[in-house]
DNA sequence: CGATAACCGAGACGGTACGTCGAGTCTTGGC
DNA sequence: GCCAAGACTCGACGTACCGTCTCGGTTATCG
């Protein structure tokens, strides 16, 4: 499915609407790539979201207001479609076994955290989310459910291993891993990411269970 | 505990800045709360985080601006002490096992996820933490260390009691618990938080474990 | 007199710069009529001049912006091209009289102010005329001194006759009734103009002097 | 009449907007004093009408541009404001004979036409007159008006005197007059009004007549 | 009791960014 | 080389808020 995406996926950017054969000069590509690298530029020289402003966005890509506008409807959609462009791709996961799996995957959401650039993205995410519906459905669509099935897809592998219980819910076992992670990405920035054998620990704390001999005692 | 807590907890606002018998007409109370409740009727009604205004705030509450202004230093604050006011207060627990406290913990975070009033303050919490640095340890301190400390009180009783493994990370626990409910929470509004079993299942997933036979063999 | 004038006096226009033998497809006569008809009929429909856009031309016209910038050099030199396409021919004096040809004349001018199309042109000269220099010496030599050269020959022939006085200021003449007519013109558009008796009253006041018996006897 | 007229004659400025007892900071008298001195300077360094921006006048007075739209609704009405703000007073008239009242008025209007600033003030009036249909009616009551009474009162005594004949068409004399002096004025900036006898010459024109024996005799 | 001082609503102030529009130029494919 | 279409840069438009600053007027406490 989806085998021959090439274009890259530029949601909630206004499409020149006309349906066939495209007349008059084309957009420039030139000026699209100007843009996200201004916005990237001012982003790692630590502008907040505050501070990233239209016109300095199109001053420093050398590009006039209107080339942005005839893009993006507004401030917050050229924000949304920047983001989703830096989000970084899914790591190959090894395959060797579930669980192996599941440290890769939180291996990969910690580096990511540890990321300026990553943890710029989730901030305007998260900021934006809710502002902007549009965003809410994009990004859930484009980057939360993709992850979520890989998570899920791992799990079954693992039910059906033996490594994971049978009665195990997928959801639930997705969100308390990849929350944690958020958690210490977003809610803190002096955040204990820096450990290395953080998933190692969370997976395992999570396959192993918590409970000391009374908890089994009970069961 | 806490027994003589009658003025609310106003962090960042700017107090009148004489330290001594104070002259003058003193700040009119009614004023502060019009802000207050204009602030809730506006978001009640759908404001957006953008949506909200001073001049706006203002005028719904029948205020000058100068009044807001001679109370906190910016809007960001105004709105962070509008959101620590909304923090609904912390239950109480019961006691009778770490176990139960644990899931009556969650139960109030899955209530809290339910409301509109309080998902609208983490929404707010969200996006200005990072703008706001001073927001940031403030809710910190205020909010956050106060539930972990409650969580980490409630295992360390677990362990003592044999519920919980010698070897908890008191730290991990928490978040993976906490994660998860901000994910349904924040993440997604059609949330799946309508489940009144979701704190059960959750904590004693923690606790049992989600490995499976091949997984606990391998131990 | 003027019998080869086909080509349209079109000034400030872009002739295509090469000199010799002009080679590629030649400018579309459809296109200029096109123009030049989309802006008489944007006039007509009660544009002010401030509405009157290049790009509502082309749009109005069915033609490329570009198509308009090839003849001429900006906006003005278009109006102003356009503006002296629309001035009404001459009249034919009847040669009667001098009297009688200076009552000619203002009666054309009487009727080109009640002129809704005439109207426009002038405003548009008046407008004009000061912020585009070339558009000065153009209309001044082709239009302006035009008629002066009128009035100035009927006014020399009515000298010779006997009808004028020998010491008659030309110029002054030529204002005085040129400037009474404009100013009910440009300056009023409830104006009386109605009147068809004016041209005569006008002449024939100036011919016979406004003075009364105290200024008779005191010369 | 009107002998308490203190306040300058401001027309379509935006009056605030309440009627009686006045509230909030009133409205800064220096602010209004730097925007219309920031457009008399740029006016006299040069600046055309589509020179003149609301950005540069704001820039030029010190001033925000919020100042300026809230007291004139758009570009155009601030600059009739200006106009109007920048007219001379009229002349002083003698009142030694009709006559002479004449010849200074036109002497007044000569020197107007030889002063920069009230050059531009006429063609601003004359660009905008027909595109803001609102001031032509402020300018031609406050200005236009005014001086055809002033015109009319001292051919009214003219005619009582016997100084001009009885049936004197008193709007045809003040047109001539003042219609030859605007097309040397308006139309001509190299314009023939360096001659200090021209208001003679001009007024004696028309009280002689310019008709010669023929005409005379034919009448 | 009167002065003093800080409060109050209202709204103007200088700025900054927004999103729109037009001018004049450039670049497509097509005739 | 022209044509229609429509992109491009630039710069002004008119609007909205921000945070500050007066206004006239209202309570408090202090002297």
Not at 95 to 113: C, K, V
């Given at each position: ?90 790591p ?13 995957t939180?291996e990969y959401m910690?580096r ?108």
């Amino acid at each position: 499915m989806d085998t021959d995406r090439q274009t890259p996926p530029s949601a909630l950017a206004v499409e020149p609407h006309c349906a066939a054969p495209r007349r008059g000069r084309p957009r420039s590509e030139a000026a699209e790539q100007a843009i996200f690298a201004a916005i990237e530029r001012l982003m790692m020289e630590g502008a907040g979201l505050g501070d990233l402003t239209i016109e300095g966005i199109a001053q420093a890509a050398g590009v006039g207001k209107a080339t942005i506008y005839r893009r993006w409807p507004n401030k917050e959609a050229l924000l949304v479609d920047a983001v989703v462009r830096l989000e970084t791709p899914e790591p190959e996961l090894s395959g060797s076994s579930a669980r192996q799996d599941l440290i890769e995957t939180l291996e990969y959401m910690r580096r990511r955290g540890l990321d300026k650039r990553s943890r710029w993205v989730l901030m305007v995410i998260f900021h934006q989310l809710h502002s902007l519906p549009e965003l809410k459905s994009v990004y859930y669509d484009r980057v939360i459910q993709r992850r979520r099935q890989v998570i899920r897809d791992v799990a079954r592998r693992g039910v059906a291993s033996g490594e994971f219980r049978a009665d195990l819910d997928l959801d639930l076992l997705a969100e308390m891993l990849v929350g944690a992670m958020l958690v210490r990405t977003v809610l803190w920035d002096d955040s204990p990411l820096d450990d290395p054998a953080l998933p190692v620990t969370m997976v395992d704390a999570l396959l192993s269970g918590l409970g000391g001999p009374a908890h089994a005692a009970a069961r």
